[in-house]
């Protein structure tokens, strides 16, 4: 088993930065990707981005590509979403999930078995 826990939510203005990070306990070694995933209000989850738990890969959905960056910690067992240019359509709660499968593709949900309770961003306009 792996838990993962969100942490960084908050509030923060238009053009603004926030940083979220995720610590992953428990079965770590068994981690193969770490992805983010979204959900604004009304709308499915979405995927953000994701990483390989060596940290040697990413992949980013093209509506964060250039904005966001997701890193590793693997001392810390922890993996960091920055985010900048945020804009009032990234507001949604943000998931941190963990996947122990060799992984093709990286943004489908179903292949995470993990996951995080989630933290509430909101970017004001």
């Known amino acids: 088993q792996v838990q993962v826990v969100e942490s960084g939510g908050g509030l923060v203005q238009a053009g603004g930065s926030l940083r979220l990070s995720c610590a992953a306990s428990?079965?770590?070694?068994?981690?193969?990707?770490m992805g983010w995933f979204r959900q604004a209000p009304g709308k499915e989850r979405q995927f953000v981005g994701a990483i390989s738990w060596s940290g040697g890969s990413t992949y980013y959905a093209d509506s964060v590509k250039g904005r966001f960056t997701i890193t590793t910690d693997n001392a810390k067992n922890t993996v960091d979403l920055q985010m900048n240019s945020l804009k009032p359509e990234d507001t949604a709660v943000y998931y941190c999930?963990?996947?122990?499968?060799?992984?093709?593709?990286?943004?489908?949900?179903?292949?995470?078995?993990?996951w995080g309770q989630g933290t509430q961003v909101t970017v004001s306009s």
């Open positions: 428990g079965r770590t070694f068994s981690i193969v990707v």
């Open positions: 999930a963990a996947s122990t499968k060799v992984l093709r593709v990286w943004d489908n949900l179903a292949d995470y078995a993990y």
